[in-house]
Structure formats: C-alpha cells, structure tokens
C-alpha cells in the first residue's frame, strides 16, 4: 500500500514551546522522507528530509527522527515562533523512489 | 531562477469549459510532476514526465484529463469537459534528481468549476 497517515490534523501551541507531528506509512520499501511546510496561498516548500539511513536530523530549530521498523517518522520544531504557523506536510517515496505519497497535512498555528 | 512558474493563478469556469492549466519548470530539471490539492484528498499525483515523456500517469481521474508536455520547459494540463468536482488546487512541481530529492512546487492554479 501507499497510505501515508498523519497525526493530530491540528496543532495549536504557545510560542517558545515545541511542536510534534507524527506519520506513519504503509510501504516497507520506502527510503526517503521529506517534511513540506506551505503557507497560506503558496505551494509546499521542503524544509528537511531525512533517508531510511539515518535514524535522526537536525536543522537548527527543526529535526526529524525516523524509526523503520514501526514505519514512523516526526517533525520536531523547537522554540515555536508565529511564523511556523502552517500546513506541515510529511511525505514518504514509493513506487521505486520516483513518486512521493503525501500525508493529508497538519494545520500548526502557534499561539503569541 | 524563478522558480517553478504556473498561470493562471485563479480560474473560475462553468461546467462543461475547457480548462488549461500551464507550467514552465526549473530550468535543467528533468522531471516533472503534476499534483491537485483538496481537503478531502490532500495531495494526490496526478502524472510525471522525466525528459518530456509521461511516465505514470495512473494518478489521472478519468478520460476528462489530460497532460502534455511538449518541450522541457513546458507543460499543460487539460481538463476537458470540465465538472464542479474538479474544482481543487493544482500543483505543478519539478525536480532535478533521478532518485528521491526536493519537489520545487509552484504557487498553484486554483480552479472553481461552478
């Protein structure tokens, strides 16, 4: 299968506390794992992507850990700022790597 | 660059109009994908091309749509006759690398069929 699932569907935090998003997909034979954040009226936009080699990255306020075995990943954002109010969109690859099967997407919206 | 480029922004039509949704990708990138955005559906692939030829184009909704592209820094799609159900967000993203990598979206057509 290709079902790539999210949780919660929305976020509402303080600013200066962290945030988590979780997925989980279906396809043992995907490797790759990207988190999209779009904001309102934009297309998505990449913000960090972690592959099936790496159990944990981090970008300055920004991580996401990867766990194979029980096919699930999180977006971890630290220090939440309004500015990290968005749809948070997670992703994993399938059909031989060339095509990404998207969550439904997180609505964050943080709290001044 | 400017990015991933898509026109026209807004569209809003009657049922059973032609529509034509227009991309030019990144320049040098050799794949390009076509996506619809609803809050029912998320983000669904509709197609992609590598090099100008289609390659999976399963994600397509019926005989309705259709997508072309013609040359490397050109793609349309098509959706002829168009109905009210179709009225979503439609993506157009371009990548430079064969295997997994960054999606570089445009800012989307949205399209209302009344």
């Known amino acids: 299968g290709e079902n790539v699932e999210q949780h919660p569907s929305t976020l509402s935090v303080q600013e200066g506390d962290s945030a988590v998003i979780k997925c989980t997909y279906s396809d043992s034979a995907s490797n790759y794992f990207p988190w999209y954040k779009q904001e309102l009226g934009k297309g998505p936009q990449l913000i960090i992507d972690?592959?099936?080699?790496?159990g944990e990255k981090k970008d300055q306020r920004i991580a996401v850990t990867l766990n194979k075995t029980a096919k699930h990943f999180s977006l971890h954002i630290t220090e939440t700022q309004p500015e990290d109010s968005a749809v948070y969109f997670c992703?994993?690859?399938?059909?031989?790597?060339?095509?990404?099967?998207f969550g439904k997407g997180n609505q964050v919206v943080v709290i001044p | 660059d400017a990015g991933v480029i898509q026109s026209p922004r807004h569209e809003v039509t009657e049922m059973g109009q032609e529509v034509t949704l227009r991309c030019k990708p990144i320049?040098?990138?050799?794949?390009l994908f076509w996506y619809r955005q609803t809050m029912m559906r998320g983000l669904e692939l509709l197609i992609y091309f590598n090099n100008n030829v289609p390659i999976d184009d399963s994600g397509m909704p019926e005989d309705r749509f259709s997508a072309k592209m013609p040359n490397a820094s050109f793609s349309t799609l098509k959706i002829q006759p168009s109905e009210p159900r179709d009225s979503a967000v439609y993506f157009c993203?371009?990548?430079?690398?064969?295997?997994?990598?960054?999606?570089?979206f445009g800012e989307g057509s949205r399209l209302t069929v009344l």
């Open positions: 992703a994993a690859s399938i059909g031989g790597n060339n095509r990404l099967a």
């Open positions: 993203a371009s990548r430079s690398t064969a295997g997994p990598g960054e999606l570089f």
């Open positions: 320049s040098g990138h050799d794949y």
């Open positions: 972690i592959r099936s080699n790496v």
